[in-house]
Structures are given as structure tokens and as C-alpha cells.
């Protein structure tokens, strides 16, 4: 089923998360160790994020530093399918521009379209750990839009080759990011929301927010979109502190703010099993906050941990 059938079928807000492949050697158990705590809370739905390829210097025998691109969570295709025959669950498999001719784009939606995976989460990608700025391949798409438009041409069965005989359309909802507080790099919030809105035009049908830890952030936001006469469901991202260093890190990686409120009581955290529960209480408060506004999902990133989530789910749902 489509997303916005699932979320137009349901009254109360739903449960969903998103999951990250293992690290390149890793099992597929690990994977379903996360998943199976959070079952018994029936998630309509599971993300699986895509990374692309990242740059790594390697030591050669001669001492000399060698650079090497490798791709370090490979398997994001295989394990939406895995998931799918074992909980009987939809997915919402990660595609992203990053490292993507358009060729092998359609390759990847002909894969997932035949798996019988009808949901895609649209994203330009992360900037390449290593680069500047984002660098996409030479006949890729440098924006997510483009991403959207030819995932709206192929369920039109318009393949890059129009010669091809006996062309099948594809079904898939698109799903994109939105960001309550910006993405980094536009240069203010009315530019974000105006390409926000034009991939809403190309055919993206829902959004998932970066996290945010300030449900005023995300009230403003869903405001400015209906201001902009963006009406597609947006779809709240949460995540719980769990370290220390966190504090630093999500605020240089994903240019958002936190409440100074759960800062200082991080800080004043005695060991870091008690940050651990601080980021839960406070996850949970957002979560019930959000539930009580009657958001469509609320939408947890377990950035490969489920414990803390199982946690919060428990209080909340
Ligand atoms: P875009 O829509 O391309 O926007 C990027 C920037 O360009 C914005 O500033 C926007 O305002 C601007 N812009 C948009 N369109 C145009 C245009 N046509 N011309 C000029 N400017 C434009 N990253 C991964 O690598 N893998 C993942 O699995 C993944 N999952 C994510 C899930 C969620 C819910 C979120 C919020 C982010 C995720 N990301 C993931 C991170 C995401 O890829 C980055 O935030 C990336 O920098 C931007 O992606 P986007 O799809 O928003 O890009």
C-alpha cells in the first residue's frame, strides 16, 4: 500500500522508524534484532536509508596513503525486500542522486518496482564525506527534484529509452525531505520552501522532516508550508540524544538548534546511562506532544539502535 493510503486509512497518529544497513560485513540478523522490538507496536511502515560510496585514505605496504572510494552500508535495496517478506510490512526504500547516473536510477526502481515495492523516499544525498559540496555524476540529477521527475516519468512507463517495446508503468508514491529549521545549505527559509514546493509540483505526495528537538520548529513549519499552500502530509522525524557528544555533532551536521533546557540538563547528567534517559524523556514529551496535535505518524530515526525507541514507543503509543 502507498503511503498516503496508509495515512489517509488512519485516525490516530501512527508509529514508524527508519532503519540504517549494517556496515559492509555485517549480518542481516543484525537487522532484525532492531526491527523486532519494535513490531509488537505495528509499524505500517519501515525506512531504509541509502548511503553512497565515501572517499578513505588506505595505507599501502609502502607506507604511501592511497585514496579509495568504498561504500561502507551497501545492501539498502536487498534488505527493503528482506524486511518485506519477513514482517509483511511496506517499506520505504532511501534513493538517492549521490553516486546515480540516471540509468542506474531506473535500474534501481526497476529492481524495487518488481520486489513489489511501491513507496520511495527521494533524496539529492548527503554531501560525499571527503568533498566540499555535493558532486553528482555526470548524467545524474543534482537535486532531489530530479530524482522526483524521474520517478513521476517512469510511472508514466516513459523509460530513458523510448524505444523500448512493451513498456510497463511503475506505481510508486514519492516521498521527500523537508527541514523545519533549513537545510543547511539554502540561503534562507523562503528559497527552501519554494524548491520544497516545486518538488511538490513534480509529484512528491509526502514529507519527512529532519529531526528536530523543538516542536515549535516543526508547528511553524507545517504553518509556512500551508502558507505556501503545501497540503501533502508532513511527517514529523525524531530523534532521542543518547550522547554527550551529540550536542555538538547534530547541531554542525544537520544545522538545528537544541533547546537550551535539555542542554543543560545533559550537562548536568551524571553518567552516560542518565544521558541516555534524558534524551528518552524528552523524546518522549515531544512524541506525546505531537501525538496530542494529531500529526499523520510520528517518525523515529533509530540510527541502528532500537532500545531507546522501544522505550519511547511503550510510553507513547
Ligand atoms: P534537495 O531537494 O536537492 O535540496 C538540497 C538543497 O538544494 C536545499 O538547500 C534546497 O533548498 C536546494 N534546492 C532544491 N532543489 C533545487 C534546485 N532545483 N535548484 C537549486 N537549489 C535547489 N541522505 C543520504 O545520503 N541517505 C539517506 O538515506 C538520507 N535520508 C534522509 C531522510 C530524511 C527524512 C532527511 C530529512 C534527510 C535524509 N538524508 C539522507 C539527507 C539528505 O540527503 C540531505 O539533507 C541532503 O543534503 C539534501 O537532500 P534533499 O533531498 O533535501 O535535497
Not at 7 to 29: A, D, Q, R, Y
Not at 60 to 69: C, D, I, S, V, Y
Not at 214 to 233: A, E, G, M, R, S
Amino acid at each position: 500500500m502507498k503511503i498516503p493510503e496508509i495515512l489517509n486509512n488512519s485516525k490516530k497518529t501512527l508509529f514508524s522508524f527508519e532503519l540504517l544497513p549494517p556496515l559492509k560485513g555485517g549480518s542481516i540478523k543484525d537487522i532484525y534484532k532492531t526491527i523486532d522490538p519494535l513490531m509488537e507496536f505495528n509499524p505500517p511502515y519501515i525506512n531504509v536509508t541509502y548511503h553512497q560510496e565515501e572517499l578513505v585514505l588506505k595505507k599501502r605496504a609502502n607506507g604511501l596513503l592511497e585514496q579509495k572510494t568504498v561504500r561502507k552500508r551497501p545492501g539498502t535495496v536487498a534488505i527493503a525486500a528482506a524486511i518485506k517478506n519477513k514482517y509483511k510490512v511496506e517499506l520505504v526504500p532511501h534513493l538517492i542522486c549521490g553516486g546515480f547516473t540516471k540509468e542506474e536510477t531506473e535500474n534501481a526502481l526497476i529492481d524495487l518496482n518488481f520486489l513489489g515495492i511501491n513507496n520511495i523516499l527521494a533524496l539529492r544525498g548527503d554531501i560525499q564525506s571527503g568533498q566540499k559540496s555535493f558532486i553528482k555524476e555526470e548524467s545524474g540529477h543534482g537535486h532531489a527534484m530530479g530524482l522526483v521527475k524521474q520517478i513521476v516519468e517512469l510511472n508514466k512507463g516513459k523509460y530513458l529509452d523510448e524505444e523500448l517495446f512493451n513498456k510497463q508503468a511503475t506505481n510508486f508514491s514519492i516521498g521527500i525531505a523537508g527541514y523545519p529549521e533549513k537545510h543547511p545549505e539554502a540561503p534562507n527559509m523562503e528559497m527552501d520552501i519554494y524548491y520544497l514546493k516545486k518538488k511538490i509540483e513534480a509529484g512528491a505526495e509526502f514529507i519527512v522532516t529532519q529531526m528536530f528537538f523543538d516542536n515549535k520548529k516543526y508547528i511553524d513549519f507545517v504553518k509556512l508550508c500551508k502558507q505556501n499552500d503545501i497540503n501533502i502530509p508532513i511527517i514529523p522525524g525524531i530523534k532521542p540524544i543518547s550522547t554527550l557528544k551529540q550536542l555538538n555533532i547534530l547541531p554542525r551536521i544537520f544545522s538545528i538548534d537544541i533547546p537550551s533546557e535539555l542542554t543543560s540538563e545533559i550537562i548536568k547528567a551524571k553518567n552516560k546511562e542518565h544521558i541516555r534517559e534524558i534524551g528518552i524523556e524528552w523524546a518522549i514529551n515531544q512524541s506525546k506532544e505531537l501525538k496530542k496535535a494529531n500529526v499523520p505518524v510520528i517518525h523515529y530515526y533509530t540510527m541502528g539502535k532500537s532500545l531507546n525507541i522501544q522505550k519511547i514507543v511503550t510510553k507513547v503509543f
